[in-house]
């Protein structure tokens, strides 16, 4: 069982007890929402709080698919590479003279 610590978070003017596992990383992601929410209220500053957030957490999802995406490019573009690598080798061992 891991060892779950209690941290208090402020987000968008409320307080939060959370239980997390990392504390560092809770509070590097409580601050990227607190960001996000405040962005979006100073771009629509006469909406509701809860279309604040629901629009927050689009452009959260927003961010979070266009990184998924890189990711796959990149592990696309690395296996591809690897392939050429390892056919380029193989190449190389039939035409070596033993």
Same mark, same amino acid.
Request: proline share 3%.
């Given at each position: ?12 003017? $409320? ?9 560092? =990383?809770?509070?590097?992601? *409580? ?21 604040? *957030?629901?629009? *927050? ?8 698919? =266009?990184? $998924? ?9 690395? #296996? ?5 690598? $390892? =056919? ?5 061992? #039939?035409?070596?003279?033993?």
């Amino acid at each position: 069982m891991t060892n779950k610590k209690k941290l208090k978070l402020k987000i968008f003017d $409320k307080e939060y007890s959370l239980l997390v596992e990392n504390e560092e =990383l809770a509070t590097e992601l *409580a601050h990227y929402v607190n960001k996000v929410m405040n962005d979006t209220k100073d771009e629509l500053p006469d909406q509701p709080i809860q279309t604040i *957030a629901i629009i *927050a957490s689009l452009n959260i999802a927003y961010d979070l698919f =266009l990184e $998924k995406n890189k990711f796959r490019e990149f592990s696309n573009l690395a #296996i591809d590479k690897i392939k050429k690598i $390892k =056919l380029l080798s193989n190449e190389s061992q #039939i035409s070596s003279p033993s």
